[in-house]
């Protein structure tokens, strides 16, 4: 009886799961998603002849090598030029789809990549974005933000709150949006459009994340 026990726990301990912030993760294994913003029929913003939505891929895929190279499990919403519209683009459908494969994910957290723009184009630099609806958000985007500030050396920004962006209200795992520059700065965008510039860029959102999970992972 006691034998039986003893493989019956044993059998238990390899079955477990654990949670991270509400999300069921199995085992150990470190899971986070990456979407990467617009696609398809949705540009996003277009400057210098350059669409927001080729630089968030190219950005996005850049960091989940980066993530993979370190044990994660890296899941995205995307990995080509497509909406994820199933027929015609309507964009709250196409974000209704994201949030839909984000809370579905197991993820531990989420990494939403864009590109910011302003009408003066002075403005360079990283910002990250977080919503209020899960305590988590701050902790994450605070993370990530220092270790691009520290690292890339070209921002002091601190993390803004945006509660009125829609993908954000509705996420349920820790999430950020990381506006990794502005298109409307000429000498950014170049920057961006280098590979050895979104390298160290996708080195310093990697290196907050890891901050943030060896002080909340339980």
């Known amino acids: 009886m006691k034998k039986i026990l003893i493989i019956i726990s044993f059998v238990i301990c390899l079955a477990s799961t654990f949670i991270v912030n509400g999300t069921t993760i199995q085992n150990?294994?470190?899971?986070?998603?990456?979407?990467?913003?617009?696609?398809?029929?949705?540009?996003g913003a277009v400057y210098f002849g350059k669409r927001e939505c080729d630089l968030n891929l190219e950005i996005?895929?850049?960091?989940?090598?980066?993530?993979?190279?370190?044990?994660y499990i890296v899941s995205m919403t995307r990995e080509e030029d497509i909406d994820l519209c199933e027929n015609e683009f309507i964009k709250r459908n196409d974000l209704n789809k994201r949030i839909e494969?984000?809370?579905?994910s197991q993820s531990m957290l989420c990494l939403s990549i864009h590109m910011n723009s302003f009408v003066d184009s002075q403005y360079h630099g990283a910002q990250v974005f977080y919503a209020i609806n899960n305590k988590e958000n701050s902790i994450l985007a605070d993370k990530v933000m220092n270790n691009i500030k520290k690292i890339m050396k070209n921002t002091d920004r601190k993390p803004l709150v945006k509660d009125n962006i829609y993908m954000l209200k509705k996420i349920s795992i820790p999430t950020i949006i990381v506006e990794c520059g502005f298109m409307t700065n000429y000498d950014e965008l170049k920057k961006l459009l280098d590979f050895n510039y979104q390298y160290l860029l996708c080195t310093s959102i990697f290196y907050g994340v890891e901050e943030y999970l060896m002080n909340n992972n339980p």
């Open 60 to 71: 996005s895929m850049c960091l989940k090598k980066i993530f993979e190279e370190n044990g």
């Open 28 to 43: 150990n294994t470190k899971r986070i998603i990456i979407d990467a913003g617009h696609g398809g029929y949705d540009p």
């Open 101 to 104: 494969l984000i809370n579905g």
